[in-house]
């Protein structure tokens, strides 16, 4: 089965909880404290793997969690890590975060167009400190350790594009199944009815030095670009090429149509779909010459051809166009025409790919693009008024101080009054209007607010 996009659920490892813990032996009186930190979460990976094809292993199972992180043990013993959990996709998968709710497409993450080449979705998280962390001048025995750090969860997108270098587009039967099974060693199912093909099918052709991957596309049909047909369930598929080969069948097919209607019709589409798409390098192929009474539509759509080529190049028929302004004349029943048309493909796809090699810059390293955007954001808090004596403080950096809270330990939770200080949630509290008294709500905990003029513990919890 050929899968090109799916939702998951990922989720990291929860971090291990620290360890409160002295250390007690003979003859060494106060020992002081020696918890050891609980083991970091394993984090979510997206790996491309250019040994797959399809994202067909995420087609029914689409809930994956990382290991969790050990929790830390008393004499310094620290928690062991959980292992990362690698998803592997193939070259060409975008990543995009997804929202479950609205059924649709945040911000990318990631475009990751090399075998080899990863993004971390989801970070596990952090693992608690021990106790050992918190000695102060002041603080000699601290009896609190911090829990483990709830992991990052969250729905992402994954939708593959083929990474081909050259793709056949046309109508519905136009011949694109048989053209890419006598270049290549793609055994694509082949009749003579429209639609035949419903996947793409990728092969891979040589022709002397040069060898190139070609997708066979489905056909497109008028309106392809709104949807229409198979449209934008493979019009996606075509971006990454870099050269279109454009198949168009001279008898016109069973509704007997016309060829030169056929040829603008998928120029069309392929500009209304996306601009860039219009302007990219083109080799029309004439297929079907075999067929007798085909040659006056044949000559029609070669001037059409030269037309668009010179118009291209922007009037100018010197000019280099990204339109090959030879139409190939082929017919790949019998396999006139296809030796040359080839070798033509493999030079063009040769031409482009040191062409592109020369503007290549440095591959993005996305884990490092996509971390800096996710911290800011994680950073951020917001303080809302739900009622005239309750306000609500959001935001994921807060939140997770509070779930790492044990709040059965008093010193805990006077550490996380101090952390909160210095993170400005008393001011942002302050700017939001809070009153002595109010009652402020985080992630299901619930405190009084006292101003910072009536005492220096801004925050007591209410028993709820």
């Avoid at 990543?95 to 989801?122: F, N, P, S, Y």
């Avoid at 482009?352 to 955007?373: F, G, I, N, S």
């Avoid at 700017?431 to 925050?459: H, L, P, Q, W």
């Amino acid at each position: 089965m050929f899968v090109d996009k799916v939702h998951i659920n990922v989720k990291g490892g929860d971090g291990g909880a620290g360890c409160m813990s002295f250390r007690r032996e003979a003859h060494v009186p106060k020992g002081g404290p020696d918890g050891g930190d609980g083991g970091h979460g394993g984090d979510v990976i997206v790996q491309a793997d250019g040994s797959l094809s399809s994202l067909i292993d995420y087609r029914f199972k689409h809930h994956f969690k990382a290991e969790r992180g050990t929790h830390g043990k008393g004499s310094r013993m620290h928690g062991a890590r959980g292992a990362d959990l690698v998803l592997k996709v193939p070259v060409g998968t975008i990543v995009r975060e997804w929202d479950d709710e609205k059924k649709q497409a945040g911000e990318t993450i990631a475009d990751l167009t090399h075998d080899g080449e990863r993004v971390c979705v989801m970070r596990g998280g952090a693992g608690g400190r021990g106790n050992i962390h918190f000695v102060t001048s002041t603080r000699r025995a601290p009896a609190f350790a911090e829990l483990g750090e709830p992991a990052q969860e969250g729905w992402i997108e994954l939708e593959m594009k083929l990474m081909a270098d050259a793709a056949l587009v046309g109508m519905p039967s136009a011949g694109k199944s048989s053209l890419i099974s006598k270049i290549s060693a793609a055994r694509p199912k082949v009749a003579d009815y429209p639609f035949t093909t419903l996947v793409p099918n990728l092969g891979v052709v040589r022709s002397g030095d040069y060898s190139f991957v070609v997708a066979d596309v489905p056909g497109l049909i008028e309106g392809a670009s709104e949807g229409k047909g198979l449209g934008h369930e493979f019009l996606r598929h075509i971006e990454r090429t870099a050269l279109i080969v454009h198949v168009v069948d001279l008898t016109g097919g069973w509704e007997g149509r016309d060829p030169l209607d056929d040829y603008r019709i998928i120029n069309q589409e392929l500009e209304r779909y996306n601009e860039e798409l219009g302007r990219r390098p083109r080799i029309v192929v004439a297929n079907k010459i075999d067929v007798p009474g085909t040659e006056e539509a044949c000559e029609r759509l070669a001037a059409q051809v030269r037309a668009d080529s010179i118009a291209a190049a922007g009037g100018d028929e010197f000019a280099d166009s990204p339109i090959d302004p030879k139409l190939y004349r082929i017919s790949a029943l019998t396999g006139e025409g296809v030796d040359g048309l080839v070798a033509a493909i493999a030079q063009k796809v040769h031409a482009l790919r040191e062409a592109a090699r020369e503007k290549q810059a440095a591959t993005p390293e996305y884990d490092q693009v996509w971390e800096h955007k996710r911290e800011a954001r994680d950073r951020r808090f917001e303080v809302v008024r739900e009622s005239n004596h309750v306000l609500s403080i959001k935001g994921p950096q807060v939140e997770r101080m509070v779930v790492q809270t044990d709040w059965d330990n008093p010193e805990a939770i006077a550490f996380l009054q101090h952390r909160f200080k210095r993170l400005g949630v008393e001011a942002a509290l302050v700017k939001a209007g809070a009153r002595d008294g109010d009652e402020i709500r985080i992630v299901g905990r619930a405190f009084t607010y006292e101003s910072a003029n009536a005492s220096d513990d801004i925050y007591n919890e209410l028993d709820i």
